[in-house]
């Protein structure tokens, strides 16, 4: 009886799983073939819902969405691009709607949505901007609309920016933990938080720099956009008024009409010129993409590839139940998918679009490589995001020709070693060591989590500054050879410092302002293409794929330890970890919170 019974439980349990795998993979069947079956109608409003998170490629993980409770959309720019342009050329579609809420995007990012709104509206049609609040990069994009209207009782965040670092040494000093490091680079920041209760005087000097041009930058695109001065912008800014009355922002020229939500269709109406009997069709992003183009579509033999690497920068494999979600760049990966655009024929151009902080110097190297390699071959652009600096700049550097955004977070040229020495901590808590060892320096092991078990001893210091030196100065001759330059003109705008995409385009690190559209053209005009198809690498795999992927390779674990940790804890495990590997202890990577 009771093995029947155990048999029976097993059965169950079995069945249970099978019925649930059959559901989940009806549901992505369904996520899936639901995104091609949609048809546009006469009076259609692209209503854009400008809140969650914004990438420069839309995340398919389907598990982290379902176990992290996650609600909040995530779009991909070249989602939300191609569904502005694609309204833009449909003669069915009147305008577009947008609803904002909490962005989570860089505004080098935010840019060319910017960019596009406003070259959509050189077709003649409306857009209309509504909020229960706008943020200050909400704003940054919608302020470009012909109608900015928000609630009654709703709030204009206008304030200024600022950069807050927490600083943990007097934690660790508590804790009888401190750290050794070896850097090169007097801006190199990254650092200071383990080592220093306040900002050096040098990173105050550079976040100084970059903050105030990205305000300035956002400022002048509102004030174009509102027929508005900067000067008054500021003293706007200044009044905070994120706490005043909504009558003072239709007052000061930020907003147009103060209106509830549910009667902004109704001047949404009046703009497209429509009788109010007629029914108006929303559609969203997804619609419009989904929807059959009216254009008669050209195969072309000849390609530019779009090679999109976005995150921190790794060695070897991260798997999926580390990777949690999150996008990362591994040299295994990378290495490969250069390799394969080398080799393809049809491809005459890559554009490598970045959005990394850096990471792993021994990763980043890797790629750098890989990227000379493959210019041998054909033309590389760089398209920077929000942040190509440090290890994000290394793999950058070699390319034909480098984009960047006005308020891209580049340079950091420099790296650090930081070990942990917990042999304080190791006292209080009564743990000791003791061991043998073959050689002088066998137990100089800098990779494990503890920290170190004895102190550094002046000849140790000596070999990791110097280690520090040479991956350094390695890093300085790659990007002197790719910019055409000493390494003594390298080192004068390096040491580390952190430039903004319109002060890198000054000092040399970077050729062009502009976007990846733009970085594309450059690609065209390299390869000396007229017609050509774009196509996007690493290729997206199709839900099912990525569904079982998940699951086989710890996906559902990492997402209920993501879900229980939340994000920024799950992030800083992943900067840990970064470093615990052997060859990843010397880190190029700014920054960034």
């Known amino acids: 009886m009771f093995l029947a019974s155990l048999l029976g439980v097993l059965a169950a349990m079995f069945l249970v799983w099978f019925i649930s795998i059959v559901m989940m993979v009806g549901v992505v069947a369904s996520l899936g073939s639901a995104k091609s079956a949609y048809v546009l109608k006469d009076n259609t409003v692209l209503q854009l819902d400008l809140e969650g998170s914004i990438s420069d490629r839309e995340s398919n993980s389907f598990l982290v969405g379902l176990f992290s409770g996650m609600s909040e959309k995530s779009y991909g720019l070249e989602e939300l691009l191609k569904a502005i342009n694609t309204a833009k050329e449909n003669d069915k579609v009147l305008g577009i709607y947008i609803r904002t809420g909490d962005i989570s995007a860089g505004y080098a990012v935010l840019e060319p949505v910017r960019k596009a709104l406003i070259d959509f509206k050189e077709s003649g049609k409306f857009i209309v901007a509504y909020g229960d609040y706008y943020t200050q990069s909400a704003y940054f994009v919608t302020s470009v609309a012909d109608k900015v209207i928000m609630n009654p009782k709703g709030m204009m965040m206008l304030h200024g920016m600022s950069s807050t670092i927490p600083f943990l040494k007097g934690t660790f000093d508590k804790l009888g933990i401190k750290y050794e490091v070896f850097k090169v680079g007097t801006y190199k920041s990254a650092v200071e938080p383990y080592i220093e209760t306040k900002m050096s005087d040098a990173n105050r000097e550079q976040v100084t720099s970059y903050v105030n041009s990205i305000w300035s930058h956002l400022l002048a695109g509102i004030a174009e956009s509102r027929h508005l001065t900067v000067d008054n912008l500021n003293r706007m800014a200044d009044e905070y008024m994120d706490c005043s009355d909504p009558e003072k922002s239709v007052e000061y020229g930020l907003v147009d009409l103060l209106m509830f939500g549910q009667d902004v269709k109704e001047t949404i109406k009046q703009l497209a010129g429509v009788d109010e009997k007629v029914e108006i069709k929303y559609a969203t992003v997804d619609n419009i993409n989904a929807a059959p183009s009216s254009k008669k579509m050209k195969i072309n033999k000849d390609k530019i590839a779009v090679l ?286």
């Open 308 to 593: 999109y690497a976005e995150g921190q920068i790794y060695s070897g494999e991260v798997k999926n139940i580390e990777r949690m979600g999150e996008n990362v760049i591994t040299d295994k990966e990378y290495v490969k998918e250069i390799g394969k655009l080398k080799d393809d024929k049809n491809v005459k151009a890559v554009v490598f679009r970045i959005n990394s902080p850096g990471g792993s110097v021994f990763a980043s190297e890797q790629i750098w490589y890989a990227v000379t390699e493959l210019k041998k071959e054909k033309p590389v652009i760089v398209s920077m995001g929000d942040y190509a600096a440090s290890g994000g700049y290394y793999i950058a550097c070699a390319a034909d020709m480098i984009v960047a955004e006005p308020t891209t977070l580049t340079g950091s040229i420099g790296g650090f070693t930081l070990i942990a020495d917990a042999v304080d901590l190791h006292n209080k808590i009564g743990l000791t060591f003791d061991g043998v060892k073959t050689n002088k320096y066998s137990d100089l092991d800098v990779s494990t989590l503890i920290g170190k078990v004895k102190p550094f001893s002046n000849e140790e210091r000596s070999i990791l500054q110097a280690y520090t030196n040479r991956f350094v100065d390695v890093f300085y001759t790659r990007c002197a050879e790719g910019r055409s330059k000493t390494k003594e003109e390298i080192a004068a705008i390096a040491q580390g410092r952190v430039w903004t995409g319109s002060q890198a385009l000054e000092n040399g690190l970077v050729d062009k302002i502009g976007s990846l559209d733009d970085a594309l053209k450059i690609a065209a005009e390299y390869a000396k293409l007229t017609e050509y198809d774009l196509k996007s690498y690493p290729e997206k795999k199709d839900p099912f794929t990525q569904l079982m992927e998940e699951m086989m390779g710890g996906g559902v674990k990492a997402s209920l330890v993501r879900s229980f940790l939340g994000d920024d804890v799950y992030r800083q495990y992943l900067l840990v970890k970064g470093k615990t590997k052997p060859m990843d202890f010397m880190q190029a990577i700014i920054s960034y919170e």
